[in-house]
């Protein structure tokens, strides 16, 4: 069953540090592109990053660039967003995402259920 | 930057209508375009991609159409777990970013 898991949501005050991670099972997780994306309480979806199968290419939203940084870790089938800095406005659950296969490959195909970040103080 | 534009807001249908939702792109985006269904509390499911491909396991009565910068996601005829927020997006090979439409919600 394919399945991505994330954890390390939490509470955290403004100009804090926090750490996402996203567990794979069930998919060849080293063969895909990963991504982070987001929703503000009661609004739409935001992307906030990618990074490629390999590790090599990362790229970020202009609204995270300088404070959040993505990895992944091929040998442990796991996807991580540093976030540094965070501000009021980061609040959101935080979904990581699965690049489709072939044709699908511009589009998401599988989605974590989610993590919740709250930045206040 | 490609903006995507959904419309309307939101529909107000009954079980067994059609429903037909609009998603605009700002510029060509070619046939690079998906749909997501977002139900309340959970992630988005992957419904249609590359503009008219239905993802594994998504019904027959989910269809979608379009190129370019005009695109529809057509529900033929609604089930009541259909009622929900729909979502189009876009993304290029590179860069890598991807572009969320502001959202379609479908309520009875």
């Known amino acids: 069953q394919l399945q991505l898991v994330e954890s390390g949501g939490g509470v955290v005050q403004p100009g804090r540090s926090l750490r996402l991670s996203c567990a794979a099972s069930g998919l060849t997780f080293s063969s895909h592109g990963m991504h982070w994306v987001r929703q503000a309480p009661g609004k739409g979806l935001e992307w906030v990053a990618v990074v490629s199968s390999d590790g090599g290419t990362k790229y970020y939203a202009d609204s995270v660039k300088g404070r959040f940084t993505i990895s992944r870790d091929n040998s442990k089938d796991t996807l991580d967003l540093q976030m540094n800095s965070l501000r009021p406005e980061d609040t959101a659950v935080y979904y990581c995402a699965k690049e489709g296969s072939a044709a699908a490959r511009l589009a998401f195909d599988i989605w974590g259920q989610g993590t919740m970040v709250t930045v206040s103080s | 930057e490609i903006v995507l534009t959904q419309s309307p807001a939101t529909l107000s249908l009954s079980p067994g209508e059609r429903a037909t939702l609009s998603c605009r792109a700002s510029q060509s985006v070619g046939s690079y375009l998906a749909w997501y269904q977002q139900k309340p509390g959970q992630a988005p499911r992957l419904l249609i991609y590359?503009?008219?491909n239905r993802a594994t396991g998504i019904p027959a009565r989910f269809s979608g159409s379009g190129s370019g910068t005009d695109f529809t996601l057509t529900i033929s005829s609604l089930e009541p777990e259909d009622f929900a927020v729909y979502y189009c997006q876009h993304r290029n090979n590179w860069p890598p970013a991807a572009t969320f439409g502001g959202g379609t919600k479908v309520e009875i």
């Open positions: 590359d503009a008219s």
